[in-house]
């Protein structure tokens, strides 16, 4: 099923996952900018620039540089997450010390290897970002578990049903309509404007979970 929805677009595609990695090193390296990542809706889209409204309530001016481009999300389960697959997963700790999923992307095949590694993220406080190569994938009573492995270290992590699970696939500025909602992995300023060169936006009724 996957397969099927991969976009003729993955250079675009991979650019998106790629900044949405590696901003914050070259931010924090080059001291000139700071990684943000922002969640919410849109109120407007004109040509190059996006307002946003952010989970907080904030509405946010958002510059497109040259040459940026859309993605979208598209639907896909955990009966889809095989061995071997490349996969982003946002964490949380469990109560009984593992970590239990928040959301899955499952990355095109051409996007492997991208960002390897599990580091802080945003998206709930404490949360992680782990992106791994699936080792095995098991199901259990509470739903599955899936171990990935990155960088020589293995990880396991619990997946309760209802997790989401999604994709990468191809989108055009039609779809940046009003109310759609967006992820976005921008860079701010120290005056505060802020940039960004890639949007990932839900459509189909599939929002950006991560």
């Given at each position: 099923m996957i397969r099927k929805l991969?976009?003729?677009?993955?250079?675009?595609?991979?650019?998106?996952?790629?900044?949405?990695?590696?901003?914050?090193?070259a931010s924090a390296e080059t001291g000139m900018a700071e990684s943000v990542r922002l969640r919410g809706a849109i109120v407007s889209f004109d040509h190059d620039a996006?307002?946003?409204?952010?989970?907080?309530?904030?509405?946010?001016?958002?510059?497109?540089?040259?040459?940026?481009?859309?993605?979208s999300v598209a639907?896909?389960?955990?009966?889809?997450?095989k061995p071997g697959d490349y996969v982003g997963i946002a964490s949380l700790p469990t109560k009984d010390g593992g970590d239990g999923a928040l959301e899955v992307l499952i990355f095109p095949a051409a996007l492997k290897g991208t960002a390897e590694g599990s580091y802080g993220w945003d998206l709930k406080p404490n949360s992680t970002m782990t992106n791994a190569t699936v080792a095995d994938a098991v199901k259990d009573v509470n739903g599955r578990s899936v171990t990935v492995s990155y960088h020589g270290k293995a990880k396991t992590i619990a997946i309760p049903d209802g997790t989401p699970v999604v994709t990468l696939a191809a989108a055009t500025e039609a779809d940046l309509k009003p109310d759609a909602v967006v992820f976005v992995q921008a860079q701010?300023?120290?005056?505060?404007?802020?940039?960004?060169?890639r949007i990932v936006v839900g459509s189909n009724g599939v929002v950006p979970p991560m």
């Open positions: 991969l976009p003729v677009t993955l250079a675009a595609i991979a650019s998106l996952s790629l900044q949405a990695s590696l901003l914050s090193s996006l307002k946003v409204r952010t989970r907080e309530g904030e509405v946010v001016d958002v510059a497109l540089a040259p040459g940026w481009g859309v993605s639907r896909a389960s955990v009966a889809d997450i701010k300023s120290a005056a505060g404007a802020i940039a960004a060169q």
